[in-house]
């Protein structure tokens, strides 16, 4: 079957030596061929254009030039490419070998217009879990963000026809043009499909109160012109504000407990190291889940200098790998009594302290919910303004 929808994909890049190699050969031996790859350096000085020239006959056309940020990069991106559907792929992430020809048979059979795929999470060389924030409600996009740019392939013209991207907004203007084509009434097709790996770490991990604030002011802006327009009922924007507005003070408080945490407790000030001391029992501990808030957790301990045997994980497929020398290993595997075992999934906290007394560990084994200790710490770190 020829393959006639061609796909641009855009890579924005700056000083991403480390990188970019793998995310511009999971574009280039795709089996998909007719790609259009294209990428936007912003003036790199780490070697990254020596990439860049190594592989110039793989990849359609490329700059390097200074911008004015990210969406602007982007949007430089957008106005070279002459592909039917557009995608993004940061330097730092790579797709699947079958991603693009999945989308592309996809798209050559819907009237869609534009198709959102999963994505794979990664913490360094850990798999934290595939994607699972796509829901078929698609409507919620009008309170957050419910896609990764990574799996979102757009058709064209529609940047043509409804703008680009806007560049006052520095961490969340894909947010803002999505939330604008959902209000416009573009069609979207969602599938579980999972097309892209997306590695933690940059801005949007980084500056979590910044990210929830353009989040939020953006689904507020998008929420009062819908008004402004007549677009909606009276009684759908009380309870959309109301969702928004819960939505993002929930978010708030999270990410102010653990913006005090690691603006705080990573200064190794020995105030707070002997306050957190006061709180953590003086244990060897493992620490069940690999997620967001296992990752974090880990770093927590290793600052107060707190021995971590092991992970505890559910997924087999990474029991037996490594975080930061530390072994992931199955459940079964934990002995009673040996450690004092940190829950670290907020979501799945009951259920696996369910799993861990169904296994007759209740007696001999504690259990502390990482989720509430991140809060009470935080929680004294901002109140007291450091001192626990």
């Keep these: ?165 806007n560049t006052k907004y520095i961490i969340a203007s894909d947010y803002d043009w999505l939330l604008r084509m959902y209000n416009k009434g573009v069609k979207m097709q969602i599938s579980n499909y999972v097309v892209a790996n997306f590695l933690r770490g940059g801005i949007s991990t980084t500056r979590p109160l910044e990210v929830n604030y353009e989040f939020k002011l953006i689904a507020m802006s998008a929420l009062n012109r819908l008004k402004e327009e007549r677009d909606i009922a009276e009684e759908e924007f009380s309870e959309l504000y109301c969702r928004i507005s819960e939505h993002y003070k929930e978010l708030e408080s999270v990410n102010a407990y653990k913006t005090a945490i690691n603006a705080r407790m990573f200064e190794n000030s020995m105030q707070i190291r002997d306050g957190v001391k006061k709180i953590l029992p003086e244990a060897r501990y493992s620490i069940f889940g690999c997620g967001a808030l296992g990752l974090e957790c880990f770093a927590l301990l290793q600052q107060m200098e707190f021995s971590v045997d092991c992970f505890w994980d559910n997924d087999s497929e990474k029991w037996g790998t490594y975080y930061h020398g530390v072994e992931i290993k199955a459940p079964k595997d934990i002995i009673r009594g040996k450690t004092v075992i940190v829950v670290s999934s907020k979501k799945y906290y009951d259920e696996i302290v369910g799993q861990l007394c169904n296994m007759k560990l209740e007696e001999n084994v504690d259990f502390i919910d990482y989720h509430s200790l991140r809060t009470e710490i935080g929680l004294k770190v901002i109140l007291e303004n450091t001192v626990l």
Aim: glycine share 6%.
């Design 1 to 165: 079957m020829p393959e006639k929808l061609k796909i641009s994909i855009i890579t924005v890049c700056l000083n991403s030596a480390k990188t970019i190699e793998r995310a511009i050969f999971s574009v280039i031996t795709q089996t998909y061929k007719n790609v259009e790859y294209i990428i936007i350096d912003g003036g790199s000085t780490d070697g990254t254009l020596n990439i860049i020239k190594r592989y110039a006959s793989n990849i359609s056309k490329w700059i390097s030039e200074p911008d004015k940020g990210i969406y602007d990069a982007m949007n430089k991106g957008i106005a070279m490419a002459t592909g039917d559907l557009v995608a993004f792929l940061n330097s730092d992430d790579w797709y699947n070998d079958d991603a693009i020809e999945y989308v592309a048979n996809q798209a050559e059979s819907s009237n869609a217009e534009i198709f959102c795929y999963e994505v794979n999470v990664w913490e360094g060389d850990v798999l934290q879990k595939s994607r699972s924030n796509l829901t078929k409600d698609i409507a919620n996009l009008r309170i957050r963000m419910i896609f990764n740019h990574q799996g979102v392939f757009a058709k064209r013209k529609l940047f043509e026809e409804f703008g680009l991207f």
